[in-house]
């Protein structure tokens, strides 16, 4: 994909958030994660030449470590998400390499991530994933117990929590998808309630359903195929 369209693709997506926001009223800010999973590195670069600061996304431990090396050749201060699953024996590339890591979905991973941290003397920032489509093929902590998982997580001294993810189920239903995210909405407020605002980012929303999830109080969206899509 060259710039022109790429650009053209970021005007849009920008634009339909500004209207999202006037749409229902919201003052605050909706930040925009450019998802370059499926992105060839051609692509990437061609983004990259328009200055436009967005983290990236990346789904695979692998492709994070190779695309930041390649990458880090012609630019030294991207950010990237890490945003796929994640498997404990590839967790020393994901925190060497991602800033923030949004997928962290059980209590075994996070004491993972926080002994990964520890060995490359940094505070790891990751956003806790939960699964509230309750799929099976989907990752992520249940709803039920969110404190205590909160609570665990945030004692690890080399992970610092900065928020809340979840992925909408693959569905028409506008319906089932709005309860979800406002299901995970009320889950982020609670914790801030409880502990005084300690969260910053609830990240919702991807190409086919980012308005809804602006609606139910996303501040963070993972646009992909509709942005840099899959070439």
């Not at 229902?24 to 370059?36: G, P």
């Not at 061609?46 to 600061?53: A, G, H, K, P, V």
């Not at 209590?107 to 490359?120: G, R, V």
């Not at 979800?180 to 005084?196: D, G, P, T, V």
């Amino acid at each position: 994909m060259n710039r022109d369209e790429i650009l053209k693709r970021y005007n849009l997506i920008e634009d339909n958030i500004n209207r999202i926001k006037e749409k229902y009223n919201i003052n605050y800010d909706v930040s925009l994660v450019a998802v370059s999973k499926y992105s060839s590195i051609e692509t990437i670069k061609e983004f990259l030449s328009l200055n436009i600061d967005l983290p990236l996304g990346e789904s695979k431990a692998q492709s994070l470590r190779d695309r930041v090396g390649e990458i880090g050749k012609i630019k030294d201060n991207v950010k990237w998400h890490f945003i796929g699953r994640i498997q404990s024996n590839k967790v020393k590339y994901i925190v060497k390499y991602a800033d923030l890591i949004q997928s962290v979905d059980s209590i075994e991973i996070a004491e993972c991530i926080n002994k990964e941290a520890l060995k490359n003397n940094k505070v790891q920032d990751i956003l806790l994933q939960f699964n509230i489509s309750d799929e099976v093929q989907k990752g992520g902590f249940t709803a039920d117990d969110y404190i205590g998982v909160y609570e665990n997580i945030m004692k690890m001294p080399n992970i610092s929590v900065k928020g809340l993810m979840a992925i909408g189920k693959d569905t028409e239903d506008s319906y089932v998808i709005e309860e979800e995210f406002e299901h995970l909405n009320l889950i982020y407020k609670e914790i801030n309630k409880k502990y005084n605002n300690t969260l910053s980012i609830l990240s919702m929303g991807m190409s086919s359903d980012y308005e809804l999830a602006i609606k139910h109080g996303s501040n963070m969206v993972r646009i992909g195929s509709s942005f840099l899509g899959n070439s």
